[in-house]
């Protein structure tokens, strides 16, 4: 069962990656910043690493080791920190973010490796994973149909107003300027 559930993620992420990859060109044209293009397709090697690691999750939550998987959390938070900051530091810009999600998304595959054990035997059962897939595609579209739901105004800001102001207003409607709610910090 769990090398068939490894076949179906492996698969799906596979196609997922695909998809931004050959996107990536009309997105960045859509929104006539040059620079996404590559940056989705980085993005899309760490998406591919999390998608495997998200086995791995599986098999620690299964077990209910709820501390190693925050702990792991934790680490991963650190090390995607520390290594965006260095990355930034030394002149890799907005790569410096795709990169260090990149590096951090590998080394939660090790992490799950090393905690879990678990190396796929086999391709797995075919009705197996069509099985999976047929309960797991449902819960997909719920969270991407969530996700995008709330992204919809950035995407619309985005397009109409400029990077620069996508960020004022991302970081508006976060409210981080305290309880202010206004678009602009207030002096």
Same mark, same amino acid.
């Given at each position: ?41 980085? $993005? #899309?090697? *760490? ?12 098999? &620690?939550? /299964?077990? +209910? !080791? ?57 391709? $797995? #059962?075919? *009705? ?12 997909? &579209?719920? /969270?991407? +149909? !969530? ?41």
């Amino acid at each position: 069962m769990v090398d068939s559930a490894f076949t179906s993620t492996l698969g799906i992420t596979i196609i997922v990656v695909m998809v931004i990859w050959l996107m990536s060109n009309s997105i960045a044209n859509f929104f006539a910043i040059p620079v996404i293009s590559p940056l989705l397709k980085i $993005g #899309s090697i *760490a998406y591919f690493f999390r998608g495997i690691f998200a086995i791995y999750r599986c098999l &620690l939550l /299964r077990e +209910m !080791r709820y501390k190693e998987i925050s702990i792991i959390d934790f680490t991963g938070y650190i090390i995607y920190g520390l290594t965006a900051t260095v990355l930034a530091a030394n002149g890799y810009g907005p790569f410096s973010v795709v990169w260090a999600q990149c590096i951090w998304s590998l080394v939660l595959i090790l992490v799950g490796l090393s905690r879990t054990k678990y190396i796929p035997r086999s391709w $797995g #059962s075919a *009705a197996t994973a069509w099985d999976l897939l047929k309960f797991g595609i449902w819960v997909s &579209l719920g /969270r991407v +149909m !969530r996700s995008s739901a709330g992204q919809v105004d950035n995407f619309v800001v985005g397009k109409v107003l400029n990077p620069t102001l996508l960020g004022y207003y991302f970081n508006g409607s976060e409210n981080s300027y305290g309880d202010t709610g206004c678009l602009y910090p207030s002096n």
